[in-house]
């Protein structure tokens, strides 16, 4: 397995408060990725990662943000929990763009009461 | 914009059977195709992969796909499954020169004996 830890690997909160997921990785990967998995969804981007303070909006933002200010650390913040976020998030890391699969972690389930 | 189509979202096959698992995207540019595998509570795997070349890509554990350009299709196949490929297989697309991957809904593979 690639070094990618997340933690927690299990969190419940309530609505409305702020909740902050981690992803660590000993590869010294640039790329890393926040995704989440919903039944009938697959997996949706929700941010992404190019480089130590380098972050993108994937195709569901709205309500996460993310920070990189080391290479091996990739935050996502919730910064108000709505039931909406109830789900299981992972976090992915890539050595490079274009032919570079991803590798991810275990996935954090969040739940959101 | 890209997007990904799997076919069918439950496959129950029994012991020793072929299966087929389908997948079609969409994508306006050259792209890379992945296949990725998901065992109950772990992150996913990747499975194999398409970059370039001859269109028919294998993996070490028996799976194949092949690229179809005309009919926009990665389908993934086995001559024989086993009760331990019972999970859940997720197929993938990167536009070359991309940042994201963008994952179809999943279709999960339930092996009987």
């Known amino acids: 397995d690639a070094g990618i830890t997340q933690s927690p690997r299990h969190k419940v909160t309530e609505t409305g408060t702020p909740v902050t997921l981690r992803c660590h990785q000993t590869e010294n990967h640039r790329y890393m990725y926040w995704y989440r998995q919903d039944p009938g969804h697959g997996l949706r981007l929700i941010h992404y990662?190019?480089?130590?303070?380098?972050?993108d909006k994937g195709e569901v933002s709205d309500g996460y943000s993310v920070s990189r200010s080391k290479t091996e650390d990739f935050l996502l913040t919730l910064e108000s929990a709505t039931s909406s976020q109830t789900s299981v998030y992972f976090c992915a890391i890539s050595v490079a763009v274009d032919d570079s699969p991803l590798h991810f972690g275990n996935g954090t389930r969040l739940t959101v009461t | 914009a890209q997007s990904v189509t799997q076919l069918d979202s439950q496959v129950p096959v029994f012991e020793e059977a072929p299966v087929e698992l389908r997948c079609n995207y969409s994508?306006?540019?050259?792209?890379?195709l992945f296949w990725y595998v998901q065992y109950p509570n772990q992150g996913l795997q990747l499975l194999l992969k398409y970059l370039s070349g001859s269109t028919l890509v294998e993996s070490i554990n028996g799976f194949e796909a092949e690229f179809n350009k005309s009919q926009t299709s990665f389908h993934l196949r086995k001559p024989s499954v086993h009760i331990s490929d019972t999970a859940e297989y997720f197929c993938?697309?990167?536009?070359?020169?991309?940042?994201?991957?963008?994952f179809g809904a999943g279709t999960r593979l339930f092996v009987k004996a």
């Open positions: 994508s306006s540019v050259s792209v890379y």
């Open positions: 993938a697309v990167r536009n070359t020169g991309g940042f994201k991957t963008i």
């Open positions: 990662s190019y480089g130590v303070k380098d972050t």
